[in-house]
């Protein structure tokens, strides 16, 4: 077996996987046998284990040019982009109002422990346990609820004065937080910050069923007035 044939049967066995073993040459003829100059190896031809065909699929990226310059052409881009437009701005002017929230028919008082469990240790960079799994944490003792939180629905005309009427009698601002309505309305009749429960997280942190309601500190827990109008 001469050295093409030795490796033709070892590109056959890369491709195929197959473990092929060359056969025992004598010494001598090893002795005889010259390797071929590198421009043979090169030129030879490229070995082919079965039929080739030429690719059928159309070129993707070539048709997704095709199909944007057909949608720029006939104006969807543009229809397209200015819809996107209008429902960011449908949705940050009159976002999804909260579900579940009802406006209060009874008025009731209760409080919230807003502390939380540490399901695991956390640790700093050096691996220093700042707060050990199973401690009991109060944001309360570090962080005060310096304002009072007022949660309403900017729909009903009733809420809406009853809160107005509400911020304008403490110190301290207190923040609306608006569980549905459009806080960029309220907030250009009112020149003051007004938020929105995105997803009403807040509300059901707190527990918060009807509206309007008042979040304050007392102590290390939070008062939750829930207030029929």
């Given at each position: ?197 995105q997803n009403g997280t807040l509300v059901q ?25």
């Open positions: 077996m001469n050295c093409s044939d030795r490796l033709g049967l070892a590109a056959l066995a890369v491709l195929t996987g197959a473990a092929f073993v060359a056969p025992t040459v004598p010494a001598v003829a090893v002795a005889r046998t010259v390797a071929p100059p590198a421009a043979a190896l090169t030129m030879a031809a490229p070995l082919v284990i079965g039929p080739v065909y030429p690719i059928g699929e159309e070129d993707m990226l070539a048709w997704i040019d095709q199909r944007l310059a057909q949608k720029q052409a006939d104006g969807s881009i543009a229809i397209a982009m200015r819809s996107a437009r209008e429902r960011a701005h449908k949705a940050l002017r009159h976002p999804d109002p909260v579900t579940d929230i009802a406006k209060a028919t009874s008025s009731r008082t209760r409080h919230v422990d807003p502390s939380v469990t540490a399901q695991t240790d956390h640790v700093d960079v050096s691996g220093r346990v700042l707060v050990a799994r199973g401690s009991r944490i109060n944001p309360l003792d570090t962080v005060r609820l310096a304002r009072p939180l007022i949660f309403l629905d900017a729909r009903d005309p009733d809420q809406v004065a009853f809160a107005r009427k509400f911020i304008d009698g403490r110190d301290g601002a207190p923040r609306p937080v608006l569980v549905a309505g459009s806080p960029f309305e309220l907030m250009e009749r009112w020149q003051v910050p007004v938020y929105f429960d942190r707190l527990g918060i069923r009807q509206v309007p309601a008042i979040v304050a500190q007392d102590g290390p827990r939070l008062r939750i007035d829930e207030i029929a109008l």
